[in-house]
């Protein structure tokens, strides 16, 4: 399926989740339907910290409409670290990065590959 964008309350409900575990990150997968991204799934035993966040592949539901992830950077920094890009693939084929403060604009796209990539963003 091709995605086409993500809901805008769902880069709320991000942004939201960024700054609720401030200064430790979140990482959460994303879904899609219809190609708009707009579910998002807490895998049971996620491991959070203030430089790191990582879950259990086996925990992943198995689910054919899995987009691919989100995680916030504390640091405010919105670029993929070496461990994220090792990351982004196994999870899917988007991924976003929620970074502080955690206001409207502090937020990137990415591909698998980490390369930045625009997404719409759908109301």
Request: charged content about 20%; some cysteine.
């Amino acid at each position: 399926m091709k995605i086409r964008g993500i809901r805008q309350d769902m880069i709320t409900l991000l942004l939201q989740m960024g700054h609720e575990s401030h200064p430790n990150e979140f990482v959460a997968l994303l879904t899609e339907q219809d190609g708009i991204i707009g579910v998002m799934n807490l895998l049971p035993g996620t491991i959070t910290g203030s430089s790191s966040a990582s879950l259990f592949f086996d925990m992943m539901p198995l689910d054919t409409h899995r987009a691919g992830s989100a995680h916030s950077h504390p640091n405010g920094v919105l670029r993929p670290s070496d461990a994220d890009v090792s990351f982004f693939p196994k999870a899917g084929r988007y991924h976003f990065i929620i970074g502080y403060p955690y206001r409207e604009k502090n937020w990137q796209c990415f591909t698998a590959d980490g390369d930045p990539c625009e997404m719409a963003v759908i109301p």
